[in-house]
């Protein structure tokens, strides 16, 4: 494994304030000493590293910009950079904190009641409890507005029926937030302790991306939980949407590490990889041309995060600008590691390097949390007007 140099062309850095550094900075040690070492065998294995989950609490990962119940109180750039950070280790790292923070605890925060929010939080950013976000159905993946996932109300508890499907870390999490429409066919958002009679949870085997990471189908068969499980603040296709501006923005960061990780792989092994005489194959222009529209990409993708960024840290960021950011960044960090799988030859196919892992890893970035197509369609709408999703 090559050791990673920073990728920063245009100087970003600068554009961050000390303290983003710092955070920067140290998820990037952690990165270095705690996943990089280790990665490569867990996807091999299809294993998600589990054990690390505490070490995840104790660096603030968890529910990182709240600034009550226990969480970091970081800032929305410095939870970006955090992204970009456990990304350029693994999507599948970065998955994990993304569902558990802004899919489960970020819900809680936002709809739940005090109590909820007193019962989940804390034990959530300790890592003691973990969560996973149930929207997607076997038949309504981009269009999650059909679920039949339903829940009766019967006394004074909710019957939940259905059936989710991949969804991350349901297999390991002590809570699933389901989605399912209630008596008046409004979907609501319902806490649902997977221990509980009646909900099954299987991993999905044979995947060929994101396997250092856990991805479940859920079954829930007459599963009863109290009333008080419902999130009394949801309401709607927009509650479990607006829970996703939360996600895709952070994907918008990830990428962006993912594709910083194959670029310097791409750019150390052209430096040293001999073909045609002595000369590395980083001195052909055809080799440059492919380096400089990766770094060049990289930069643009930088700047995108960051801007988007500083407005979600002013509480300015539009569901669309995070639309462009999530579409953009993810195509651009899918085009970048092809190039740099390409650029490594045969050795970038081989788990020696970490390019051949991001590049499939990408292929799910690319259409979870909205395929990319969807993404232009919501940016489509913005700009138009005019809707055309059917
Ligand atoms: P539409 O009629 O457009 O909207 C319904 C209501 O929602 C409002 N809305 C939003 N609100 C907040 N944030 C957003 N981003 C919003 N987008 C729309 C909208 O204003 C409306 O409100 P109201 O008051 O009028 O009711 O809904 P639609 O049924 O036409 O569908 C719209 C569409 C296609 C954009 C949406 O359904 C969509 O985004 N589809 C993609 C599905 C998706 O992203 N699924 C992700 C599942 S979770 C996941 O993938 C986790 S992977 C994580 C990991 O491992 O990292
Ligand atoms: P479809 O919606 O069937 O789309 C198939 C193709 O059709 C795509 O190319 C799409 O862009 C295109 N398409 C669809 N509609 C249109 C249209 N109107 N116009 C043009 N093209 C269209 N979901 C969760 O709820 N929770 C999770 O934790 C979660 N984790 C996931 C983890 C992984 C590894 C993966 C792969 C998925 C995960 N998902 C999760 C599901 C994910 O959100 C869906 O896969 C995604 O929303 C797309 O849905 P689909 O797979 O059903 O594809």
């Known amino acids: ?11 970003i850095g600068t554009l961050l304030s000390e303290n983003e550094r710092l955070v920067r900075d ?3 040690r952690w990165v270095e000493e705690r996943i990089i070492p280790i990665i ?8 998600f590293p589990i054990e690390l989950v505490p070490e995840m609490a104790a660096m603030g990962f968890f529910g990182a910009t709240m600034s009550d119940y226990g969480g970091a109180g970081m800032s929305q750039v410095e939870y970006g950079l955090v992204m970009q950070e456990l990304e350029r280790g693994d999507s599948g790292i970065r998955s994990f904190v993304s569902v558990h923070s802004s899919l489960v605890m970020y819900p809680i925060h936002t709809f739940g009641s005090e109590e909820q929010k007193q019962k989940w939080l804390p034990p959530m950013q300790a890592g003691e409890v973990l969560g996973c976000f149930g929207l997607t159905e076997p038949d309504f993946g981009s269009n999650p507005g059909g679920m039949r996932t339903r829940a009766r109300k019967s006394g004074n508890e909710y019957v939940l029926n259905g059936e989710k499907m991949w969804i991350t870390s349901g297999s390991i999490a002590q809570v699933a937030l389901i989605w399912a429409k ?3 066919d409004r979907i609501r958002g319902f806490l649902v302790e997977t221990d509980r009679p009646g909900f099954r949870a ?7 991306s994101l396997r250092a990471s856990v991805t479940s189908s859920l079954s829930l068969n007459d599963v009863r939980i109290p009333a008080a499980n419902l999130l009394p603040g949801t309401g709607g296709l927009k509650s479990p949407l607006q829970c996703l501006n939360q996600a895709r923005y952070g994907i918008g960061w990830g990428a962006v590490g993912a594709a910083m990780q194959c670029y310097d792989t791409a750019l150390q092994y052209a430096g040293f990889r001999k073909q045609f005489g002595d000369k590395p194959i980083a001195g052909h222009q055809l080799v440059q041309q492919k380096l400089v529209g990766m770094i060049n990409a990289i930069s643009q993708a930088q700047l995108l995060a960051l801007q988007v960024g500083r407005l979600k840290d002013r509480g300015e960021a539009s569901p669309a600008q995070i639309s462009l950011l999530k ?11 092809r190039a740099a799988r390409d650029l490594l030859g045969a050795n970038g196919i081989a788990d020696e390097y970490p390019v051949f892992r991001h590049m499939a890893n990408l292929e799910s970035v690319n259409t979870y949390e909205g395929t990319h197509d969807i993404h232009t369609l919501i940016v489509g709408h913005s700009i138009t007007g005019i809707e055309a999703f059917s």
């Not at 299987?202 to 060929?208: L, P, Q, S, V």
């Open 202 to 208: 299987e991993t999905i085997h044979g995947k060929m």
């Open 327 to 337: 579409r953009n960044n993810v195509a651009m960090a899918l085009d970048t590691a």
């Open 182 to 184: 209630d008596d008046d």
């Open 1 to 11: 494994m090559l050791k990673f140099r920073d990728v920063d062309f245009i100087g």
């Open 40 to 47: 490569e065998s867990c996807a091999r294995e299809g294993r």
């Open 26 to 28: 140290s998820a990037r």
